[in-house]
């Protein structure tokens, strides 16, 4: 067989020690602020990303939307109303600790990052009289122009600004480094975290962390039910190595998940049906606000919440008669009533009507300002957009005052995917946090879209940097534990396991991700009962006894991708283990169970939360409101940030 | 058409996502740096392109053109299946 040489040298089983007082697990959007926060504590921070942080994670080339930004001065809606609402929209099934954490802290961490220099608001004036625009402060918004609440901003600017902050603070950033596992004290699962391991990605040498205290920031599961071999990287929204490796050492070592059940039928993957991100017809985030057209050139009339049918393009910015302020983006899939923003009119309704296919975005007749501001800098500064969509399409000629741009399917995700094609998105599941954003496990903190019900970028930059100040407390009482040296062998085995088996024998990553994501269509699909969930969990039991042990990889490169399908095989099971445990039906978490389609009572309106302990899985239950008073309990565990103190 | 039959040991890939243009890259690797999925590795030779090891595990996120300093050397494409299509409105009115 032809042969090349593998560009960097092989340093399988050599360890590198390093020891920090705040460990940061990941370098993506959370990470990089718990790092600066930690950082302006005063503590000795390690970052350890599996890509190159300059630019990883899912807002590395970008970001249009700065949501939930209730604290700048021209919002007209208060953190309490905005975390309030985003509750009862979720029946209750939300993050209220973490949200918000956004909605008080998310305008400061803005700002922050203009200090770094992010680009913030129109410095340039560009957008002079917009409506969107805010003369004074040039600040721009999106969506809501009444109420203020979600800005506009130069996204691809941000994370470039991070980096170089962390580096004056003189953070210490390990690049191509997958974190594999968590370390406790004497190695006992539920026992305080006083480290982790990793991966060179490139070299396979072998990391241990030594740490104080220690802040997940690893995003949240993927390719569960969704792989494709041949696209690997376009199987879900989020990137390619972003899979749930921090679910699964968590789990592993004991720490405590909730509403892990949850996971929508698929919206979003270009492996399959849907068009790149932002790339094809659609009316929603980035290009909120565009025209829709059917192939005649007819316009497809957008309405209010109420039916009203608006007639001019401003209104498509304004909350309905009586309503206080409306919520698009994000964390919004299916809106309440309450919070319900304009919108076109049911495609279906219109082709009974005699409209055409297909439907296209139309951007011509537009006020310039709105056109400007979709195409060039919402398509441009948002995540993927930049190069593939707005330089590329700009290259093949596309002129927004002339071209219209074909839809495929309703909605953003331009398709629509099977009952059991399912992802977790929206508002999944994932670390139980507490109002220090703690986990269940002494020194274990988490931030960002690993949490339990989260998303957004300006959610994970304040997350990031609250678990940064409550780390660094706890940082600044406790010292290093040296870590067991049965925890950090037995990983090493683990890990470097494959490497030993013959490749003409064994079976490599891609053929077990497939494998699990069939099973997991299914035995825990959209049709969920105890016998089919009971039956797919024997299955990936087997998996992991008879399969695991038989597979390889050709280089480290390799290892890392197989040791991320050894915990998508984790989290997999967390998510039947979950499913078993509720015994009812619910619209909201999105979960049908055909051997009880009862719907929830109130009695079963409630977290259930898992973890395990001896090896066993434990279940637990906790009123949806258990975080008490928003404001109150903010209050009470942030006198010190409340006190001007914000930078230190 | 040449009647060599000599094959290497491999088929053509579901995509290219990456194109580089071995006329203007320099070889200096800001792409391969950058890039967190990590597909690339550094081409065998200094000063000459980074080989494209693992296509299919590109997330399209455009990071590997943003840095690169060489205007064109390198090119992402999507997918021919994700190719959205436009037309000029002044079209549909006819
Ligand atoms: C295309 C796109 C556009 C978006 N646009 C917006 C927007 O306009 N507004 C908005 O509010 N939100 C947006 N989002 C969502 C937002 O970007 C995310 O919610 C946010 O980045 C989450 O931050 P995070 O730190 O939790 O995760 P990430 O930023 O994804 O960081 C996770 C990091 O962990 C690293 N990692 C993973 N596993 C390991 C491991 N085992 N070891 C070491 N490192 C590891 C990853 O490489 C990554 O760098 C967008 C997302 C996408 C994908
Ligand atoms: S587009 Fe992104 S994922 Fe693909 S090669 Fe470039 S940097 Fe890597
Ligand atoms: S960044 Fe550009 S010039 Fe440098 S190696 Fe990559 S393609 Fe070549």
Known sequence: MQEFKWPYPLDYGKEEKITADVLILGGGIAGCMAAISAARKGQKVVVVEKGATKMSGAGGSGCDHWESAATNPCSKVTPEELTQAMLDDNDGYNNGISHYIECREGYDRLLDIEKM??????????????????????????????????????????????????????????????????LTQSGNQGNRCI???????????????????????????????????????LCEFRP??????GHAMGWRIGAEFTMMEKSVRTEFSAAGRSYPPYGAGNNHNSWYGASIIDSTGKEIPYA???????????????????QKFFMKGGSVDDPKHAIEGPETLPFGDMLKKGYKLPFYADLTTLPDTERRAIWGMMIGEEGKTRVPVYENYKKAGFDPTKHVLQCYGTGWTSASFLPQERQLFGLPGGFLNDWELKTNIEGLYAAGDCLYASNCYGHAASTGYYA?????????????????????????????????????????????????????????????????????????????????????????????RLLEVFDILTVSQMIIYASL????????????????????????????????AENKVVYDEKPLDFFG?????????NQDYMGGKQNV | MSENQNMPYTEMPASKPIVIDAGKCTGCNSCVEICMVDLFIPGPERGKPPVVLYPGECWYCGCCVMVCPEEGAITLRHPLMNQAHWVEKAELLK
């Not at chain 1, 809501?144 to 953070?171: C, H, S």
């Not at chain 1, 209010?304 to 009586?322: C, H, N, Q, T």
């Not at chain 1, 009880?596 to 395990?612: A, G, S, V, Y």
Request: net charge positive; aromatic share 10%.
């Open chain 1, 117 to 182: 220099g992010g680009k913030i608001r129109d410095t340039e004036d560009e957008f002079v009289g917009a409506a969107f625009r805010d003369e004074a402060t040039k600040l721009m918004f999106a969506y809501d122009y009444e109420n203020k609440i979600t800005l506009r901003v130069w996204g691809t600017t941000f994370k470039p600004a991070m980096y170089r902050e962390m580096k004056k603070l003189g953070i210490r950033i390990v690049d191509r480094v997958m974190v594999t596992s968590l």
């Open chain 1, 581 to 612: 445990a509720r015994k009812s039906s619910s619209k909201v978490l999105c979960f049908n169970r055909i051997d009880n389609e009862q719907e929830e009572t109130e009695n079963d309106r409630r977290l259930i939360t898992l973890r395990l």
């Open chain 1, 240 to 245: 390619t190595q972003c899979i749930g490796d």
């Open chain 1, 468 to 560: 940064g100040r409550h780390a660094s407390a706890y940082a600044l009482k406790e010292g290093i534990i040296e870590p067991d040296k049965n925890q950090t062998e037995a990983e090493k085995k683990r890990i470097y396991a494959p490497l030993q088996n013959n490749p003409e024998t064994s079976i490599g990553w891609k053929e077990l991700n497939m494998g699990i994501s069939k099973t997991m269509q299914n035995y825990c699909g959209d049709a969920k009962s105890d016998d089919l969930l009971n039956t797919g969990l024997k299955i990936l039991k087997n998996y992991e006894k008879d399969v695991v042990p038989a597979t390889f990889a050709y280089n480290p490169h390799e290892l890392m």
């Open chain 1, 629 to 637: 008073d928003l404001k109150d309990n903010y209050e009470k565990f």
């Open chain 1, 195 to 233: 480290g982790a391991t990793g991966l060179h990605t490139r070299t396979g040498k072998f990391y241990i962390f030594s740490s104080k205290s220690t802040i997940m920031c690893l995003s949240r599961p993927a390719r569960i039910w969704m792989f494709s071999s041949d696209h690997t990287g």
């Open chain 1, 304 to 322: 209010d919440r109420d039916g009203k049918i608006l007639k001019s393009v401003e209104e498509r910015f304004l909350p309905a008669k009586g």
